[in-house]
C-alpha cells in the first residue's frame, strides 16, 4: 500500500477544521469613574467610617429587637400604657447602646485590618486575625489587662470563624 501525501494532508486539514475553535473573549478596560471609585473605597478612612456607620445600623436594628424582648419585673401592677412607655424607653436605650457598640466595633475592626493590608500589602487571614485582637483588645482594655487578653483571643477567634464561612460562601 502506498501513502498519498495529499491524502494525508487532507486528513489531518479536515480533522483540524472539526475541532473547535476556543472563543476569544474581550478584555473589557475600567472606566474612569469605576478607577475612581476604587481608588474611594482604597481609602482606610472611607472604609473605616462606612463600616463604622453600617456596624451602627446593625446594632440599631438588634437594639430594638432585643429590647422589645424584654419584660418589665413589675409587669403585674402595670397598666398596659405604663408597660408600653418602659418597653419603648427600654428599646430606645438598648438600641442607642448597641449602635454605639456595634460601629465602635465596626470602625476599628475595618480600621485595623485595612491598615494592617497595607503595611503587609497582603490579602490573608493572618490581617484578619490581627484586626479581630486589636478589636477585641480595645473594646475589653476598661476591664483590665485579662480581659483586654480574653477579648483580644475571642475576637480574633471570632474573625477567622467569620472569614472561614464568608471565603466558604463566595
Request: glycine share 10%; net charge neutral.
Amino acid at each position: 500500500m502506498s501513502t498519498n501525501p495529499d491524502n494525508e494532508s487532507q486528513n489531518t486539514s479536515s480533522s483540524s477544521q472539526d475541532a473547535p475553535k476556543p472563543q476569544i473573549e474581550t478584555i473589557r478596560l475600567p472606566t474612569v469613574e469605576e478607577i475612581r471609585g476604587q481608588d474611594i473605597w482604597n481609602n482606610c478612612a472611607v472604609r473605616s467610617v462606612v463600616s463604622g456607620v453600617m456596624g451602627g445600623g446593625l446594632g440599631l436594628f438588634m437594639g430594638l429587637f432585643l429590647g422589645a424582648l424584654e419584660n418589665p419585673i413589675m409587669q403585674d401592677e402595670m397598666t398596659g400604657r405604663q408597660q408600653f412607655i418602659y418597653t419603648a424607653k427600654q428599646m430606645g436605650r438598648r438600641s442607642w447602646n448597641s449602635c454605639k457598640t456595634f460601629a465602635v466595633m465596626g470602625f476599628i475592626f475595618s480600621a485595623a485590618e485595612c491598615v494592617i493590608e497595607k503595611a503587609r500589602a497582603k490579602h490573608d487571614m493572618t490581617n484578619t486575625v490581627v484586626a479581630g485582637c486589636v478589636t477585641g483588645g480595645t473594646i475589653s482594655a476598661r476591664g483590665g489587662p485579662k480581659a483586654a487578653c480574653a477579648g483580644c483571643a475571642g475576637f480574633a477567634a471570632f474573625s477567622v470563624l467569620i472569614e472561614k464561612f464568608l471565603d466558604r460562601h463566595d
